[in-house]
């Protein structure tokens, strides 16, 4: 298994989360929320997941997701996906996910979409 890694940086007003490795039920979805509940406690409420490092998402994974998601919307916040690898958007695209998420193939891009 591979222990997943989350980096954050800046891009104007949105934050961006480059994240590597897998999103899996235990220790690695839990840096995913603990990552956005972070960010969110600091009043960041535009993140963008560039999800160009993760080539597997299991069913905990794509929960943290959903969930991680849904918290931020509450909070009156906008998370959106950049850059999946083939087999994560077939998966997203299976379980009907692609609804929740906006994504993104464009880095710039998904940033003005944050207007």
Known sequence: MSILKA???RNGDV????LSGQITLGENSVLLR????DLAAKGERKILLNLAGVAFIDS????????????LSSQGGRMKLLHL???????????KVTTIFEIYTNEAIAVLSME
């Open 15 to 18: 934050t961006i989360v480059d």
């Open 60 to 71: 905990g994974g794509l929960g943290e997701l959903i969930t991680s998601h849904a918290n």
């Open 34 to 37: 603990q990552t956005i509940k």
């Open 85 to 95: 690898q083939k087999r994560v958007s077939e998966l997203l695209q299976l379980t």
């Open 7 to 9: 980096n954050t940086r």
